[in-house]
């Protein structure tokens, strides 16, 4: 007695087919994972108060470039992690010096290259010289002699009998800081990471009746 047996479909075919929409199902799943987060920081950092210039820093990549694959893995960083990272741990920030950290006050504008302005950078620009005011109570001050434009800017005063000019607190002296903690960027990391099995059966399910 003579058997055959003929299989249809093709099996091979069948798992070629079934890994090919895996690593899909895989590839998406991560990609969508990886695009959460980088949402998730930017909101996070934009909604703490730090700005959408430091919330553009977070970056998303995935890997392998340009095919599918089973073992596909994202990637999400910034490029300022030291400002990030202070902010989310809640960093003690100390002067590198080992003297004062000076905090601009209002009256002292804004960097020319953005963010905080510093003493000797205000000096170049303004032509004028800070002078230091120790205090034993409350923060030690540098302050110039000038007047406030209409913004509430420190500027140099133009009068030639010294009408208008007064003693303006430019930077407040500080021997250190301490951040408060702001963000919490492994929350939503967990919480991506956490949908993703979820999110693999959903495509591969998907694709395969598409």
Known sequence: MKLQLDITPDLVAMMAAEIKAGERAVSQAVSEAGNSVKSSWRAQITGA???????????????PKGRPSLSAAALVWSKAPVIIGAHETGQLIRSRNGFWLAIPTPAAGKSARGGRITPGEWERRLGLRLRFVYRRTGPSLLVAEGRLNARGRAVASRSRTGRGVTTVPIFLLVPQVQLRKRLDLARDAARAQEAIPGAIVANWVEGKIG
């Open 49 to 63: 108060g730090l700005g959408q210039r430091l919330a553009n820093t977070i970056r998303s990549e995935q890997f």
